[in-house]
């Protein structure tokens, strides 16, 4: 099967199109005939290698998976022979491990989740990462009921178009941080107040936040916490940072501030979950959030897509097409 193929860390010329042997699913597992696929963060951080502290998962010298990709939309081609959830034929997406950049993912049954009947692949395969990531960090780790007034530092971007409806589906009087340029989406997308950080610095207005949702690190905590009200609280969720340690640094400074501030600042790393994909299927039928697509691009035209994902600073989600 075509496949694009990674050998080792670096720019986007590390990534080719090859022909990879056809996945055979365990017993426990799916294989996916893969109609779309998405770029993510982590697609980034396992092209270059980059903060170096993620080798020690990613492979030190290379990716121990060869073939990279994690949001994936398609149908379901055969099933191990533990699986009772699908069946071939069934449409289906899912965030996985590695693999979706390709013509046929092995998905663990336990990750995946029956596609949003009103979606298109393309649509559907925008969603898995992204919108989990803001899922997560709104209502887990943010604990979004008990905030009113909600600003996502990064709004237009994969997750913070996510971010921006989802806040809104908890009633949040929503505030979006962008660029000139993504103005008008985000405001389309339902943020109450759009802020442009080119021509104004949210950290430096009397305005304060119940919740901040940083997708950004282009601030300083004592910069949030001055955006914040005095029982605020703050979730990074931003990978920037050293090349060595990321966003490591702030967030074990956040850590050691914490207790002793009213304040709550909050680390946060999205887990892959089949219920919040269910959930999230169930918010997209209802029309409470719909993906937002800067792009799509063939599956030969990946390396392509990562380019313009790191060089362009691409608003929303970029779509592969299988």
Known sequence: MKAIVQERYGSADALRLGEVDKPVPRDDEVLVRVHAASVTHGDLVTMTGEPYLGRLALGLRGPKQKV???????????????????????????????????????????????????????????????????????????????????????ASGGVGTFAVQIAKSFGAEVTGVCSTRNVDLVRSIGADHVIDYTREDFTKTPHRYDLIFDLAGNHSLSDFRRALTPDGTLVLSSSKGGRWLGPIGKLLHALLLSPFIRQSLRMFMAQRSQKNLATLKEMLESGQITPAIDRTYPLGEVPEALRYFTEEHARAKIVITV
Request: proline share 7%; net charge neutral.
């Open 68 to 154: 990279p990709g994690r949001d994936i939309a398609g149908e379901v081609e055969a099933v191990g022979r533990n699986v009772t959830r699908f069946k071939p034929g069934d449409e289906v997406y899912a965030e996985v491990p590695a693999g979706g950049f390709a013509e046929y993912a092995r998905v663990p049954e336990s990750l995946l989740c029956a596609k949003p009947s009103n979606l298109t692949f393309e649509q559907a395969a925008a969603v898995p990462w992204a919108a989990n990531t803001a899922l997560q960090g709104l209502r887990d780790r943010g604990e979004i009921e008990r905030r009113r007034k909600v600003l996502i530092n990064g």
